[in-house]
């Protein structure tokens, strides 16, 4: 049986390397996307199956580069837009590059990726999982700009739903919304309020995410929020 093939964004850490290595393991192929390459034990045992696209999301030639991987491949059926960083902080302490890093992954990689897909997905149909954040549900006063931008993936996502329902593609769109999780985000955010030390481990996020994603199963939840236990 030939293998099915995903693009999972932001794979080399977190909660995109925990979906990226669950789908390995179920004998996917990954044509993972982030200005990092995984090099890794990850990468060692599953080489001939995880591919590296190096470059941020929200350049074209990034989203050009995975599609056409994935075409070489024979094509992907499942698109998962993970990748995100923070940028935190007050109103009033915002640079501008510290609003195109909330945007950038959060808010158009996210729509690049998910537009160039619908071309990619048209024919055979798949998935679209759009990972976005509680934030996206809330008004955190310390996270405006990273707010902004995970409600605006929110406001996407959904319009994006409406649209393909109304050309009629057999596409799927989920709207993940992960709560805090212990991972490398907050390390790398700008003005991060924790080390997230506290939070879940990302792979019980992933393991929903998974299970509900490969179901297939006629009916399927649109929406999976998490919260802490
Ligand atoms: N951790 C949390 O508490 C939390 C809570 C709710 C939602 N989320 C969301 O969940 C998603 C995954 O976060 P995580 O916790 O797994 O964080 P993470 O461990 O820092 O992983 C983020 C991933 O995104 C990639 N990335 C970031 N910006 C990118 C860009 N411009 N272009 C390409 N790749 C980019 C990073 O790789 P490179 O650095 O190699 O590019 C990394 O692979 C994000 O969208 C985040 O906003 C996180």
Redesign the pocket.
């Known amino acids: 049986m030939t293998a099915q093939i995903a693009i999972v ?10 979906i990226a290595q669950m789908l390995l393991e179920r004998g996917w192929v990954v044509v993972g ?5 995984i090099r890794d034990e990850l990468f060692a045992s599953h080489h001939h199956a995880l591919h590296n696209i ?6 074209e030639t ?1 989203v050009a580069a995975a599609f056409e991987m994935a075409d070489t491949l024979g094509g992907a059926t499942l698109v998962v ?6 940028a935190f902080g007050e109103i009033g302490s915002y640079s501008i590059a510290d609003i195109m890093t909330a945007l ?3 808010l158009v ?2 729509i690049a990726f998910s537009d160039r897909a619908i071309v990619h997905l048209r024919e055979r149909g798949g998935s679209i999982v759009n ?5 996206s549900k809330k008004y955190r006063t310390a996270e405006s700009v ?1 707010t902004a931008a ?1 409600w605006g993936a929110k406001a996407y996502t959904r319009t994006l739903r409406d649209a393909i329902k109304a050309k009629k593609l057999n596409i799927r769109v989920y709207e993940i ?13 700008i003005r991060a309020g924790t080390d ?1 030390k506290n ?1 879940p481990e ?1 792979k019980s996020i992933a393991r929903v995410v998974i299970s509900a994603v490969l179901s297939n199963d006629t009916a399927y939840p649109q929406e999976l929020t998490f919260e802490r236990a």
């Open positions: 964004t932001g794979h080399s850490s977190g909660l995109g390397r925990c996307v982030s200005r990092h390459p190096t470059g941020s999301v929200a350049n990034t837009n993970c990748a995100g960083q923070g950038e992954g959060n990689g996210l990972v976005m954040s509680t934030a990273y995970k919304y992960p709560c805090g999780m212990n991972t490398n985000f907050w390390a790398s955010a997230g939070f990302p």
